[in-house]
């Protein structure tokens, strides 16, 4: 009876000391998993997708209004992460036929004062800051670049660099919007963060090794390699200033430290022998960096400055550190076009150098009430958009002449115009519209305009282009497409002027006998 007892009572410690076993497990990997299996659906869904809209299209139809009037805005949008200090968010493009080469759009908010901890991704990333103001630092070369980015900003991290990001807004949030670029990605899920600060959550990378393969490679010991990759548990944005945190992470204390600080405390942790290597071309050596060579750089910056301004770059001394890329400010640039009705910016490879190693181009746009960017083709890219401000419509065409998108859309959207596809963009008339984005080619991208002084057909224009469409007088079509005397930006019919002079002087003449007839009917009824 006692031994049957006994082995009752050890089944029972069983079965509790699974259910703790199970319990365990962190929050973090069930989040993994639960990630994985949403990103296998997905893509299992927006292949079929695309490919149904696309044969539905192919058969003549085109899309029934309502069916796809959204088909290009992208709403597949998933938290990546979420902490006290900050969340990234990323809208997910679909890929299929239409779209040679997908890219997903991020949204990373930091709160005041907080930590996007060091990491390098799978994937190519150009940073946009659309608020606050922020301290990037990214290996370039074996070296640590620091760069102050404000707003306006853009920056470049290519795939496999190790980075990370400060919000040193005062009691402001920072707001970026980053291109991630999955050409050079694992596949494994929408991009692969390689965290090299952390913990529990996220977990460092240092931690695939053997703790006496660590504590050997630092030359401390066990106990201490295990102290410091176990503490960090607050997430990938953290707090840097908040002293009601203890212990502070690893990451707050070097942040903190002093210059000689840093290097003192580095000499404690690792006994780093700088070694030459043979020269490589310039593109290897654009990505490559070095675990030591990283960890050296943070805590012993060597403040060199590099004095050179150009246009739509910053030359803030305070926060620039090693030679690497400057960021490059969009609103400090003069805009490529510019009339009443808005203006336009872009930028490729030959006016950032750090675009040709990403292969994306960058582009902002404002127009003002009413007017519209004129309808256009872009030959050479896929165009991705996100609506910084106000409210309006994006209209898309398919080649067969049906429509493939007619749809409102306002701040935070996110809409993708594919390659060849030909479509504009209409603002409200409420107020001005402002939308920026990245396009998939760095080279020049030479939109193609439909309509408009500098179009297609102003330059086709002869009597091919009116036996094209069935006009016989090549005056007919001539004088169609000169009723537009505006360019790339165009206003609404209300707004535009009449730019017949003829036809403006006669109606200023009707208009001043209507007035002095008013005159002289007044002064007839006054002398009766």
């Given at each position: 009876m006692k031994a049957r007892s006994l082995i009752l009572l050890l089944l029972?410690?069983?079965?509790?000391?699974?259910?703790?076993?199970a319990s365990s497990v962190p929050y973090h990997q069930e989040e993994v998993e639960e990630e994985e299996e949403e990103e296998r659906e997905w893509r299992r869904r927006e292949r079929g997708g695309e490919e149904r809209e696309w044969r539905r299209t192919e058969r003549g139809g085109g899309a029934g209004r309502g069916e796809a009037d959204d088909f290009f805005l992208l709403h597949d949008s998933k938290h990546v992460f979420r902490t006290d200090a900050g969340e990234m968010t990323v809208v997910r493009s679909f890929s299929g036929r239409i779209v040679e080469r997908p890219m997903h759009i991020g949204f990373i908010t930091m709160e005041p004062q907080t930590l996007f901890v060091p990491q390098y991704l799978d994937s190519n990333l150009i940073l946009f800051v659309r608020r606050g103001e922020a301290i990037i630092g990214a290996i370039?070369?074996?070296?640590?670049?620091?760069?102050?980015?404000?707003?306006?900003?853009?920056f470049g991290v290519p795939a496999g660099s190790a980075f990370y990001l400060v919000n040193i807004g005062e009691g402001q949030r920072l707001h970026i919007i980053t291109s991630i670029d999955t050409s050079e990605s694992l596949g494994l899920r929408t991009f692969q963060s390689f965290f090299i600060g952390g913990g529990s959550y996220p977990t460092s990378v240092l931690t695939?090794?053997?703790?006496?393969?660590?504590?050997?490679?630092?030359?401390?010991?066990?106990?201490?390699?295990?102290?410091?990759?176990?503490?960090?548990?607050?997430?990938?944005?953290?707090?840097?200033?908040?002293?009601?945190?203890?212990?502070?992470?690893?990451?707050s204390k070097f942040l903190q430290l002093k210059e000689q600080d840093r290097?003192?405390?580095?000499?404690?942790?690792?006994?780093?022998?700088?070694?030459?290597?043979?020269?490589?071309?310039?593109?290897?050596?654009?990505?490559?960096?070095?675990?030591?060579?990283?960890?050296?750089?943070?805590?012993?910056?060597?403040?060199?400055?590099?004095?050179?301004?150009?246009?739509?770059?910053?030359?803030?001394?305070?926060?620039?550190?090693?030679?690497?890329?400057?960021?490059?400010?969009?609103?400090?640039?003069?805009?490529?076009?510019?009339?009443?009705?808005?203006w336009s910016v872009a930028l490729d490879e030959s006016d950032y150098e750090p675009l040709k190693h990403s292969g994306v181009g960058v582009?902002?746009?404002?127009?003002?009430?009413?007017?519209?960017?004129?309808?256009?083709?872009?030959?050479?890219?896929?165009?991705?958009?996100?609506?910084?401000?106000?409210?309006g419509t994006i209209q898309i065409g398919y080649p067969n002449g049906s429509s493939a998108m007619?749809?409102?859309?306002?701040?935070?959207?996110?809409?993708?115009?594919p390659r060849y596809f030909p479509f504009c963009q209409?603002?409200?008339?409420?107020?001005?519209?402002?939308?920026?984005?990245?396009?998939?080619?760095?080279?020049?991208?030479?939109?193609?305009f439909l309509v408009g002084r500098n179009s297609v057909l102003q330059t086709l224009l002869g009597p091919e282009l009116a036996a094209a469409f069935g006009v016989s007088n090549e005056t007919t079509i001539?004088?169609?497409?000169?009723?537009?005397r505006e360019a790339v930006i165009l206003p609404s019919a209300s707004a535009a002027p009449p730019y017949d002079s003829a036809k403006k002087q006669q109606q200023q003449q009707e208009e001043e006998r209507a007035k002095q007839g008013g005159i002289e009917k007044v002064t007839e009824d006054l002398w009766q």
């Open positions: 029972l410690l069983l079965v509790l000391l699974n259910a703790r076993c370039h070369k074996d070296g640590l670049v620091e760069r102050r980015l404000k707003i306006g900003d853009i695939g090794f053997e703790p006496e393969t660590l504590a050997t490679a630092f030359n401390v010991s066990i106990d201490e390699v295990t102290e410091l990759l176990t503490r960090q548990k607050e997430g990938p944005i953290i707090y840097i200033n908040d002293d009601t945190r203890k212990p502070p992470s690893f990451w290097l003192q405390h580095l000499k404690k942790m690792v006994e780093f022998h700088g070694e030459s290597k043979d020269e490589e071309n310039e593109e290897e050596e654009e990505e490559a960096w070095s675990w030591w060579k990283f960890l050296s750089s943070i805590f012993a910056r060597d403040g060199r400055r590099d004095g050179r301004r150009r246009e739509g770059r910053r030359d803030d001394r305070k926060w620039r550190t090693g030679k690497g890329p400057d960021s490059y400010n969009l609103y400090d640039r003069r805009p490529d076009f510019r009339n009443d009705y808005g582009y902002l746009v404002n127009l003002t009430a009413g007017s519209m960017m004129a309808p256009h083709v872009n030959p050479r890219a896929t165009e991705y958009g996100i609506v910084l401000g106000g409210s007619n749809a409102n859309v306002k701040e935070g959207d996110v809409f993708l115009v209409i603002s409200s008339r409420s107020g001005p519209l402002e939308f920026f984005g990245f396009t998939t080619s760095a080279r020049r991208n030479r939109p193609q001539r004088q169609f497409l000169d009723a537009q």
